[in-house]
């Protein structure tokens, strides 16, 4: 998980903040913790971090900024709803490439988001590039503030990639019987199936 | 978390591993700790449970019965959609109001299926009510074995509702400022989208 600050300190306390999580479970992030690691004082993090929810917090903005990127850098295709299938897939992608950054975001108890503007902002940006897409394929004038039914559809596709995701990393999938290959045409079947469910 | 069988010390003993992991979560479940609380010798569990593994399956597999109860128990409708849409409230409520059970089934490490064969039956049992009811409303002559894009339908119909409620539950939504109601919308929402793309 590289971080883009120029300032050193901070980066190695963040990374060392991600190994932790990492190793111990998040329950086990503190800042005497990651001091000890770094081999610095117990109260040199205190210099970018007032306390352990800002420097968790600061660990989930980068996970919200590489997921964002992710989302971002897929191949792109001028049919939309090509283009969805293809953002659906960076989806896809990252949560079995990066379950510790995936469960960070979605599925751990966030320090919160007011507190930590930052963060905020990072989160609001990577749902903005599903927004911002599905207002480009269903509105004539894109543009903010986002309309509501936007809005819903939005949290409907993400949840139908978020449960897709979750299930075809947890056990019950296994248990039932399914098969790599019904995995592999599940996918495809979805992304079809909420093509034709957002189409005008 | 009642049950049913007529054994009473196996259903003490299910029960109670059930409140262990209510209250230590599931690495902390043992015969040991289960016979401690019941207040019998550490011996006895093992006239109804060769071991850990045996006794979890016990708990998931009540956890299934019971999920599968409540989706059957739903307010059914004449019209398939309408009857389509109770499903899913009913799958959407089990998981506010079970968390724990909810979580056991879908979200922890499970015993495999092929060593404890009536955990497997229940779970098949569970996921074959969205089966049946998919293969009513989409094919002419319903029977078995089901179809595998109906088995695609389903995942993908599973996977939406199993993302929302988890989205649902998590941070990440209040941390995006997702109001109650834009919740109860998108769960409306949600539920027509589903509608649409499975209509013949």
Same mark, same amino acid.
């Given at each position: 998980m590289p971080t883009k600050t120029k300032q050193? +300190?901070?980066?190695? +306390?963040?990374?060392?903040?991600?190994?932790?999580?990492e190793e111990r479970g998040v329950e086990h992030l503190s800042l005497r913790e990651v001091a000890r690691r770094l081999g610095v004082s117990h109260q040199a993090p205190y210099k970018h971090f007032r306390s352990r929810d800002h420097i968790l917090a600061a660990v989930v903005e980068r996970c919200f900024a590489d997921f964002a990127q992710h989302l971002s850098s897929r191949h792109s295709c001028d049919d939309p709803y090509d283009? +969805?299938?293809?953002?659906? +897939?960076?989806y896809l992608e990252f949560a079995r490439r990066y379950p510790l950054q995936y469960r960070l975001m979605f599925n751990t108890a966030l320090p919160d988001g007011a507190a930590h503007p930052e963060m905020l902002a990072q989160a609001q940006f990577a749902f903005s590039i599903l927004y911002d897409k599905l207002c480009t394929m269903t509105l004539k004038d894109p543009g903010h503030p986002i309309p509501d039914p936007v809005k819903h559809d939005a949290i409907y596709i993400w949840s139908a990639l978020h449960g897709l995701a979750s299930l075809m990393q947890s056990d019950v999938t296994s248990t039932l019987g399914l098969s790599s290959e019904d995995k592999a045409v599940a996918v495809a079947r979805l992304m079809r199936r909420m093509s034709i469910s957002i189409a005008p």
């Open positions: 050193p +300190l901070k980066r190695a +306390l963040v990374e060392q903040a991600f190994s932790v999580i283009d +969805l299938h293809q953002m659906g +897939l960076a």
